[in-house]
C-alpha cells in the first residue's frame, strides 16, 4: 500500500444520496408538467417531451444511485440505453403490456406510443442529469 491514498467509503454514498434527492426532485416536476400541464397553458409539445426530458434525467440519475462509482460518461451510456430499450418496448404488443401501458404507472414508466422524437428528448434530458450530476458536484467541492 505504498503511495495509496485511503479508500473515502462515505463518498459513493453521499453522492448516491445526492443523486436519489435530485430524482426526486426530477420526479416532482416531471408529475407536475404532466399533471398540470395542459391545465395552465403550456403547449402540447412542451408537456410531452418536457415529460420525456424529465423521464430521461431520472433514469440518468437512477442510475448513478446505483453505480456511484462510474464516471458520469457511463452513467450516461447506460440511461441512453435504457431508454432505447424502453422506448423500442413501445413496438411490443403483448394484452399484458398494453394492459399496463393503460395504468397511470405504465404511462408514466413505459409510455404508449414509439417515437423516434423521444430518443433526442432522452438525449437531452441525459445530457440535463449529467449537467445537474457535474453542478452538485461542484457545489459539494467548492
Known sequence: MHGTQPVNSA???????IRAALALVVIACGLSLRWYGFPLG???FVV????SLLWATMVFLLAGVLLP????????????AI????????LVHT????????TTA???LLGRIFSLWNLVAYAAGIGFGVWIDRFAQLRRVG
Do not use: C, N
Not at 463518498?11 to 444520496?17: E, K, V
Open 83 to 90: 431508454a432505447l430499450v424502453v422506448e423500442l418496448s413501445r
Open 48 to 51: 410531452k417531451y418536457g415529460g
Open 95 to 102: 394484452p399484458w403490456l398494453d394492459a399496463f401501458r393503460l
Open 69 to 80: 462509482r462510474l464516471p458520469p460518461a457511463q452513467l450516461a451510456a447506460i440511461a441512453m
Open 11 to 17: 463518498a459513493p454514498l453521499r453522492t448516491s444520496l
Open 42 to 44: 403550456l403547449p402540447a
Open 106 to 108: 405504465g404511462a408514466l
